[in-house]
């Protein structure tokens, strides 16, 4: 089992394309595939899972309970933007949901990719189940909200505001010793990530 925050046709960057090309070439080789995704908010009944068969792989669709959704965070304000990441940061309808999904499908084994949007208690549902768990690493998102470790102006943030270091801190406890597996595709981003957390 996958799980990422977009799947086409809502697919954004690297890491999406990464996940669903992983899911799709373990489908083509005969492995049964099931990927847990976001949707975007359209009505109560969007928080409910949809699943649907695509391209030979299993996809459960929900829209996590927040605020607002990622197609509108643009025109957010500082105030809601603070308050939406609070809620993602471990979102019980997140982990409320994926848990059943689990318990469903039983899979031997879950991948998870850029938690972000799909909240970081989908990390202790998947332990609570005892299911053996890879977590790819693709960016900088534990140690900062917007992934990129920049200011706004484009300089390289090494001094983290208060409000940083507790996320930082926070988002450690959660993913602390959980994953069975962790990777990265980029060295750099997994040196930097190790350093700061030992």
Request: with cysteine.
């Amino acid at each position: 089992m996958s799980i990422n925050i977009y799947l086409p046709p809502h697919t954004i960057g690297g890491a999406d394309i990464y996940a669903h090309t992983i899911s799709k070439e373990l489908s083509n080789k005969g492995h049964q595939v099931v990927v847990v995704t976001t949707q975007p908010y359209d009505g109560l009944s969007s928080l409910k899972p949809s699943c649907t068969m695509e391209d030979g792989i299993k996809v459960h669709r929900f829209y996590p309970l927040n605020i607002y959704s990622w197609t509108n965070s643009a025109e957010q304000s500082l105030l809601r933007k603070m308050i939406w990441s609070g809620l993602d940061i471990w979102n019980l309808h997140t982990y409320l949901t994926i848990k059943k999904i689990l318990k469903e499908e039983n899979p031997d084994v879950v991948h998870i990719h850029t938690p972000i949007w799909i909240s970081l208690s989908a990390f202790d549902a998947i332990k609570s189940l005892d299911i053996p768990f890879i977590f790819t690493v693709h960016e900088f998102l534990l140690l900062c909200r917007k992934a990129s470790l920049l200011h706004a102006n484009g300089e390289v943030c090494d001094d983290p505001r208060s409000i940083c270091k507790l996320y930082q801190k926070a988002s450690r406890r959660i993913i602390s010793n959980k994953p069975d597996v962790v990777l990265s595709p980029s060295n750099f981003v997994f040196e930097v990530l190790k350093k700061i957390s030992s």
